[in-house]
């Protein structure tokens, strides 16, 4: 079974506006840390914020913040007041303990319209 | 955070070829990571490096294929051999800085076509 699932492969949101870009995660660990990353086209991967599975807070970044429901297994990313520069991929992550690296979802791209 | 540098940025290389993939990290880190990312896909684990110690490598993934150096606590290569245009891809390092709970950060990246 997928470990990060986002069902959203593209999306588009208005400049100014706010948008949620979904992720379920399937995990039987109590104790687990969930990511969310931004590619542009020039391919880095640029972290955003992260979510600690027994953070009670959601997550806060500046214009990003991540909605964490855990009894359904979600941490939805909104972006606040959209900006032309938000267009990228967008890949949610999960670690989990005893693994060291993270299983990425398979992403969603966001055009930011004018 | 931590300044992570790749080179190449980017190659084009034939078939049968290797190239090696630097990563270079302005502070020392245990943990580093390679990832490939093929053309509309997401990351995919390559292995784990570990500075002293040989990489651990996900299923899917040999060491023949994608040898890995770990020489010291700021720098790693990863070789890809005998390649073809089926490893045209982006390959990433990352690093788990131990002052970060669990945050991981990425190099730039080296694009990959292989022809």
């Known amino acids: 079974a997928q470990k990060i699932t986002q069902t959203q492969p593209g999306m588009f949101v208005q400049e100014k506006e706010a948008v949620t870009l979904d992720c379920t995660y399937d995990?039987?660990?109590?104790?687990?840390?969930l990511f969310w990353y931004k590619q542009p086209s020039s391919g880095e991967m640029i972290f955003l914020i992260y979510?600690?599975?027994?953070?009670?807070q959601n997550a806060t970044e500046g214009r990003y913040s991540l909605n964490f429901q855990k009894a359904r297994k979600s941490a939805n990313l909104v972006i606040s007041a959209s900006q032309l520069g938000d267009s990228a991929m967008y890949f949610c992550?999960?670690?989990?303990?005893?693994?060291?690296?993270?299983?990425f979802g398979t992403g969603t791209r966001l055009t930011v319209i004018p | 955070s931590a300044v992570i540098s790749q080179k190449p940025s980017r190659d084009i290389c034939q078939r049968g070829t290797s190239l090696t993939i630097q990563c270079q990290v302005d502070s020392q880190v245990t943990m580093m990571f390679w990832y490939r990312q093929q053309p509309g896909q997401s990351l995919t684990l390559i292995a784990t490096a570990n500075q002293g110690s040989e990489a651990t490598y996900e299923s899917g993934f040999v060491i023949d294929k994608f040898p890995i150096s770990r020489p010291n606590l700021t720098f790693s290569t990863l070789t890809v051999s005998n390649m073809s245009p089926e490893d045209s891809s982006i390959y990433l390092c990352?690093?788990?800085?131990?002052?970060?709970?669990?945050?991981?950060?990425f190099g730039p990246g080296t694009r990959l076509t292989v022809t």
């Open positions: 992550a999960m670690r989990e303990p005893g693994a060291n690296n993270l299983f």
């Open positions: 990352s690093v788990e800085l131990g002052s970060s709970p669990y945050e991981q950060y």
């Open positions: 995990t039987s660990d109590q104790s687990y840390g």
């Open positions: 979510q600690g599975s027994y953070d009670e």
